[in-house]
DNA sequence: CGGGAAAAGCTTTTT
DNA sequence: GCTTTTCCCG
């Protein structure tokens, strides 16, 4: 039976009647296991049809393991069941009830930077001065009200500023009305707002979704919330899971009380605890409990485990920043030459700018490392222009993705035509393009101007047509050289075009593929496909395996785990973080954002800080962090070489990994065109030999090995 | 339109 | 300080 494998709290969530849960799930103690076995259950033994299940997960990722994780237990297709994220799944509602939510059949999906752009155009064409009213503010103004279910009309502003900053979003709104785009928060807010006015389809959903279950609830803001609610109406069954000690997104609108009000909503909730770890060693338990202790108003919950205390935690005293990477670097690559591969060891890190002088200490000593966290695919910029092509193709009157492209390739269409076509635009209410034809039949542009207009429109209606008959990856591929896309990031010298060229071929690949695995929904595959890139943002390319060393952010970890975790620059303003030293509360995040970070650690933690750290340009001296100070001593080993600052000795002897034919992992070369760089990664053996090279000046770049010279 | 100089950030991030 | 974005001029 599927309980085999389960503790008994685990199969106490697994096997509750139907009715309220809230299960929560300390960090490692099999919180996603639980929640597929559940599904599981209900469908086996419940007999409920994965028909009548809903799954909510925060990232694509989460939905993406689950829905593979259930499809492996479960001997019964999941395919009817909607497993997603928040958005995701508010995106399939909306496709099939465009209409009653007052959607074009073919809305198209903003990402926070087409929203950036928007917003500042609105306050550009409302007249209003961008250093008093930011576009990042205005933004960020918008979206708490949308999280807070607001609509520019249900808004109350508290002071004249807020009233601004209102105006904005009302204009905001009419904008995105006008171009047929939404937000992703659009996507919550529409859906509820549809659901909540419309009885009929609120009764058949609440009807059809007789089992609810969402992932890392303390992550939910006050939308998803009430969203949720909606769906579950008063007779379902809603399970959550989550733990409110691993709450690190408030600063970004996540309600940890959350998790107090569903028991306060659904007082017959059960409570089951998580508390078993599987994951860390007794030591780091213990610290990480009695860390986590100093907060106050917790749900309660101790973890334990009944395997080995294992090793204390070692805390490093650094001289400097430089110092403390250097005894990093010293330690991973003892811990690689006897037991660990590289993979297994993590530096996690409170803030990205901390990774510079980590990478540099890695480089030195030739070790190979990948840094998360990154620009994600269908974020890059050429990939963004090439989208906004699709957009304009499937959508007129996309106005975002038009003002991207109106000039990009450059053709000769100046700031001053641009903005004369909005400002008709503005005053007709129509989208830019509409504006944009009106103005050539009126001949309101001088001679210049009009032919390169002329033919941009020209340009779009011809690849609209051509693109028709074209499968998806043939009109991806058309559009690319059609649009002078390609010619245009050929002409970018340096590594950084080639590589913009390769991610553009990449989209083609990526096309092609999408159309492969099928669409479920009913839509045209190339609207299919944009909304897939607005959601998906694309996991950084999912590199070919090889053994790095992780870097990332103390919150990009979150939900992983490494046999070998060191948590860098545990210093009080780095540390906790300064902005957030004077708030309570935030400094209770901040303590939950250290639990997390320990809690990765499988068998060995480190703990380091700096003395001094050079930090916005000036040298500055820290007392170490509070949090050290949190863990019981005698669960620490402190290390403090107080002598001179450790130097990495030359590569050469002492390190030599996977070194094959010419060039060696840490070896200074030199490239004709791209001039000094270091070895980061080989493959293959002479000739033929390809060579992962981060050089000084262009970046990172793999080559074949014939061209560089060793130094 | 593109390159260089000046100016502005500078916590954490997913969708 | 360092890096990224913006701005201005040839």
């Known amino acids: 039976m599927i309980l085999n494998s389960l503790n008994e709290a685990q199969q106490e969530a697994v096997r509750a009647p139907l009715g309220h849960q809230l299960v929560l799930a300390g960090a490692g103690s099999g919180k996603t296991r639980v929640l597929t076995h559940r599904i599981a259950w209900l469908v086996e033994v419940e007999k409920i049809s994965p028909f009548n299940i809903l799954a909510v997960t925060f990232t694509n990722k989460a939905a993406n393991e689950m829905r593979t994780r259930i499809e492996s237990i479960l001997h019964v297709s999941a395919k009817n069941m909607w497993i997603g994220t928040f958005h995701g799944l508010s995106h399939r509602f909306l496709r099939a009830h465009w209409q009653e939510a007052g959607l074009p059949q073919l809305f198209q999906i903003l990402d926070s930077d087409d929203q950036f752009r928007m917003v500042r155009r609105v306050i550009n064409a409302l007249n209003l001065d961008e250093d008093k009213f930011p576009p990042k503010e205005a933004q960020w103004f918008i979206n708490a009200q949308k999280e807070e279910g607001l609509e520019p009309h249900e ?100 309600k940890i009380e959350n998790l107090h009000r569903f028991s306060k909503d659904y007082p017959n909730a059960k409570v089951i605890r998580l508390e078993q770890n599987y994951r860390s060693t007794g030591t780091i338990l213990k610290a990480a409990n009695t860390l986590i202790a100093q907060n106050s108003g917790r749900m309660g919950k101790n973890l334990w485990t009944d395997g080995k205390d294992g090793d204390k935690i070692t805390v490093y005293s650094g001289f400097n920043e430089t110092d403390e990477a250097f005894f990093i670097v010293n330690r991973i690559r003892e811990l690689h030459q006897t037991d660990y591969a590289l993979k297994d060891m993590a530096i996690l890190y409170r803030s990205n700018a901390q990774s510079r002088v980590l990478e540099e200490a890695l480089m030195q000593f030739g070790i190979p490392y990948r840094v998360y966290g990154g620009l994600r695919y269908f974020d890059r910029q050429e990939i963004r222009d090439a989208l906004a092509y699709l957009r304009i193709i499937a959508n007129r009157a996309d106005d975002p993705a038009f003002e991207r492209i109106i000039n990009t390739p450059t053709r000769g269409i100046g700031d001053r035509t641009i903005t004369s076509i909005r400002e008709h635009a503005k005053a007709a209410n129509i989208s830019l393009w509409d504006a944009l034809e009106q103005l050539l039949k009126q001949n309101f542009f001088a001679a210049r101007a009009e032919t390169a207009l002329l033919s941009f429109v020209n340009l779009i209606s011809t690849m609209s047509d051509r693109a028709l008959m074209l499968e998806l990856d043939k009109k991806v591929e058309y559009m690319l050289n059609a649009s002078g896309l390609i010619e245009h990031y050929r002409k970018e010298k340096g590594e950084k075009g080639l590589t913009r060229l390769e991610n553009l071929e990449e989209l083609v690949n990526a096309a092609h593929q999408f159309s492969q695995e099928g669409v479920e929904d009913d839509m045209p595959p190339l609207a299919a496909f944009l909304a897939y890139a607005a959601l998906e943002s694309g996991s950084e390319q999912a590199e070919a395996y090889t053994d790095c060393v992780q870097l990332m952010t103390l919150h990009s970890a979150k939900g992983l785990e490494f046999p070998v975790v060191f948590l860098a620059g545990c210093e009080e303003e780095l540390f906790p973080h300064y902005l957030c030293m004077h708030d309570p509360k935030a400094l209770e995040e901040e303590r939950r954002l250290c639990y997390v970070g320990m809690t990765r650690a499988m068998r060995k933690l480190y703990m380091s800080y700096a003395e001094v750290r050079r930090m916005h340009g000036k040298e500055v001296y820290h007392r170490p962090s509070r949090f050290l100070h949190e863990i019981p001593v005698e669960l620490i080993d402190e290390i403090r070489f107080r002598a001179k600052v450790s130097r990495p000795q030359p590569i050469t002897n002492s390190y030599t990994p996977q070194s094959q034919g010419k060039f060696r992992i840490g070896q200074e070369v030199v490239h004709r065109i791209f001039g000094q760089g270091t070895v980061l990664e080989t493959e293959g053996d002479g000739e033929d030999m390809k060579v992962k090279v981060r050089f000084a000046k262009v970046g990172t770049k793999v080559l074949i090995a014939s061209y560089l010279e060793g130094k």
């Not at 009233?163 to 992703?184: N, S, T």
């Not at 859906?191 to 009764?203: D, F, H, M, Q, V």
């Open 155 to 254: 808004v109350k502003p508290r002071d004249l500023n807020g009233q601004m900053f209102l105006k904005i979003y009302a204009a905001y709104k009419e904008a995105c009305q006008r171009a047929g785009v939404i937000d992703f928060t659009d996507l919550l807010l529409k859906t509820y707002k549809t659901l909540l006015s419309n009885a009929e389809l609120r009764a058949h959903y609440q009807s059809r979704f007789r089992c609810l279950l969402v992932d890392e609830f303390q992550d939910t803001n006050t939308l998803q919330y009430a969203w949720l609610k909606l769906f579950a109406g008063e007779e379902n069954s809603v399970m959550i899971v989550g733990d409110d000690d691993q709450s690190i997104y408030g600063w970004r609108g996540a």
